[in-house]
């Protein structure tokens, strides 16, 4: 924790950008919420009926080689932070990155000297993760997300993905556009959305080109959460321009024939006043594949709040104003206390009562600038064992 101040990360940065260095488990992807400004009000958690399979919603069929949702059942996914922090080559990057002022810095010198033991060492982690999941659950998640190394300032992290995607797991790429806390590290939105970063999303989109001819689609997104306030693309007005410009350049390469894009959102139920009504952000139809919803039970903040509490209203908004998207719950956690177990049976119940959510993705972290663990105890894994028996939820083959 001491390491994670010391750099001036602030809140979900390390997880997720640190170093840009990792991938995380999702049987379709993603990432955690923020804090809140809600009380905290004790409650029983109240455990929702076991109630008859809603009839299933079957989404028009995406172009190319893109991720179709599955006309009945739902993907089941995790994510999981895989490095080894305390490694001298993660140690040694680290460094590295902090003694910079700016993005051109760390690309120059990433281009003159790769980390190839560090890339060794972060795909080693990626595996022993998945096959931890694997041996829980005797089947492998449907989908990882890799949401650590990516940035549309580097190369498309193919490396990784093609970890996920020989054991027949299917990626999702959450690519950020920063490296750290320093506003010189940042690709200003307004700077995307004008094209004075367009040779770096060439190059990225020309990368996942690449990916997809060998292995197919995987799950695309960038600048998560837009309708709240805690990064630095919420709620601003160049976050659709700079959005419909990074697909734009993907269309040229000829990447969006793999890339399936994912636009994921906040649910405000879960934020209080820090995340607005999603639909501000709403790219468009033509730039959405997917529909992503991230929302947390956070001891602190939400204790006793089931998902359905959390995320339920966001759900069946986004199934009225657009009922051609798939919903995937892109993001979901519980904090790890006695009650997970009995939390995670309800959630996925209630998720199995929506059945325009196609994919659902556990946040098995801890966050680290909020102090909530979030990891799945022992007894939560054997509970999630015996719910994936259950047909309905799709795990990799």
Same mark, same amino acid.
């Given at each position: #924790?001491?390491?994670?101040?010391?750099i001036?990360?602030?809140?979900?940065?390390?997880?997720?950008?640190?170093?840009?260095?990792?991938?995380a488990?999702s049987?379709?992807?993603?990432?955690?919420?923020?804090?809140?400004?809600?009380t905290?009000?004790?409650?029983k958690?109240?455990?929702?009926?076991?109630?008859?399979?809603?009839?299933?919603?079957?989404?028009?069929?995406?172009?190319?080689?893109k991720?179709?949702?599955?006309?009945?059942?739902?993907?089941?996914g995790f994510?999981k932070?895989?490095?080894?922090?305390?490694s001298?080559?993660? @140690?040694k990057?680290?460094?590295?990155?902090?003694?910079?002022?700016?993005?051109?810095q760390?690309?120059?010198?990433?281009?003159?000297?790769?980390?190839?033991?560090?890339?060794?060492?972060?795909?080693?982690?990626? $595996?022993?993760?998945?096959?931890?999941?694997?041996?829980?659950?005797e089947?492998?998640?449907?989908i990882?997300?890799?949401?650590?190394?990516?940035?549309?300032?580097k190369?498309?992290?193919?490396?990784?993905?093609?970890?996920?995607?020989?054991?027949?797991?299917t990626?999702?790429?959450?690519?950020?556009?920063?490296?750290?806390?320093?506003e010189?590290?940042?690709?200003?939105?307004?700077?995307?959305?004008? *094209?004075?970063?367009?040779?770096?999303?060439?190059?990225?989109?020309? *990368?996942?080109?690449? %990916? *997809?001819e060998?292995?197919?689609?995987?799950?695309m997104?960038?600048?998560?959460?837009?309708n709240? $306030?805690?990064?630095?693309?919420? @709620?601003?007005?160049?976050?659709?321009?700079?959005?419909?410009?990074?697909?734009q350049?993907?269309?040229?390469?000829?990447? /969006?024939? %793999?890339?399936?894009?994912?636009?994921?959102v %906040?649910?405000p139920?879960?934020?209080? +006043?820090?995340?607005?009504?999603?639909?501000i952000?709403?790219?468009? $139809?033509?730039?959405?594949?997917?529909? *992503?919803?991230?929302?947390?039970?956070?001891?602190? %903040?939400?204790?006793?709040? +089931?998902?359905g509490?959390?995320?339920?209203q966001?759900?069946? @908004? #986004?199934?009225?104003?657009?009922?051609?998207k798939p919903? #995937?719950?892109?993001?979901?956690?519980?904090? /790890?206390?006695?009650?997970?177990?009995?939390?995670?049976?309800?959630?996925?119940?209630?998720i199995? +009562?929506?059945?325009? #959510? =196609?994919?659902?993705?556990?946040y098995?972290?801890?966050t680290?600038?909020?102090?909530? $663990?979030?990891?799945?105890?022992q007894?939560?894994?054997?509970?999630?064992?015996?719910?994936?028996k259950?047909?309905?939820?799709?795990?990799? =083959?």
């Amino acid at each position: #924790m001491n390491l994670i101040n010391n750099i001036g990360f602030s809140r979900r940065d390390f997880i997720k950008a640190c170093l840009g260095t990792g991938v995380a488990l999702s049987g379709l992807a993603t990432i955690t919420g923020c804090a809140t400004t809600e009380t905290a009000k004790p409650s029983k958690i109240e455990v929702a009926p076991a109630s008859v399979k809603a009839e299933p919603v079957v989404y028009p069929r995406l172009a190319d080689k893109k991720v179709q949702a599955p006309e009945d059942g739902c993907f089941v996914g995790f994510n999981k932070l895989y490095l080894d922090t305390n490694s001298v080559h993660f @140690q040694k990057s680290i460094s590295t990155i902090r003694s910079f002022n700016t993005i051109e810095q760390i690309v120059e010198y990433n281009k003159k000297n790769p980390n190839i033991q560090f890339t060794a060492e972060i795909e080693k982690g990626l $595996d022993n993760v998945l096959d931890s999941y694997q041996k829980a659950f005797e089947r492998n998640p449907s989908i990882c997300a890799i949401i650590y190394t990516p940035k549309l300032s580097k190369d498309f992290p193919e490396s990784e993905a093609n970890v996920v995607s020989k054991k027949g797991i299917t990626p999702y790429i959450n690519a950020w556009t920063f490296y750290g806390a320093k506003e010189s590290l940042r690709l200003s939105i307004k700077d995307i959305a004008t *094209g004075k970063h367009d040779s770096y999303l060439k190059q990225f989109a020309k *990368g996942a080109v690449q %990916y *997809g001819e060998k292995h197919g689609g995987f799950f695309m997104t960038t600048m998560e959460e837009s309708n709240a $306030d805690w990064y630095y693309w919420g @709620q601003k007005s160049n976050f659709i321009p700079a959005w419909r410009r990074i697909w734009q350049i993907f269309e040229d390469q000829g990447a /969006n024939q %793999y890339a399936t894009w994912v636009w994921e959102v %906040y649910c405000p139920e879960g934020a209080g +006043t820090r995340a607005k009504h999603p639909d501000i952000t709403y790219p468009g $139809d033509k730039y959405v594949d997917w529909i *992503g919803l991230s929302a947390f039970s956070r001891k602190q %903040y939400h204790s006793g709040k +089931t998902l359905g509490a959390l995320a339920g209203q966001t759900y069946e @908004q #986004m199934r009225k104003n657009h009922p051609d998207k798939p919903i #995937m719950q892109a993001e979901f956690a519980v904090t /790890n206390d006695r009650a997970q177990p009995r939390w995670l049976m309800d959630a996925y119940k209630t998720i199995k +009562t929506m059945p325009g #959510m =196609k994919a659902a993705i556990f946040y098995d972290n801890i966050t680290p600038h909020e102090g909530d $663990d979030h990891t799945l105890s022992q007894k939560s894994l054997q509970t999630l064992k015996e719910i994936f028996k259950d047909p309905y939820w799709i795990m990799a =083959k």
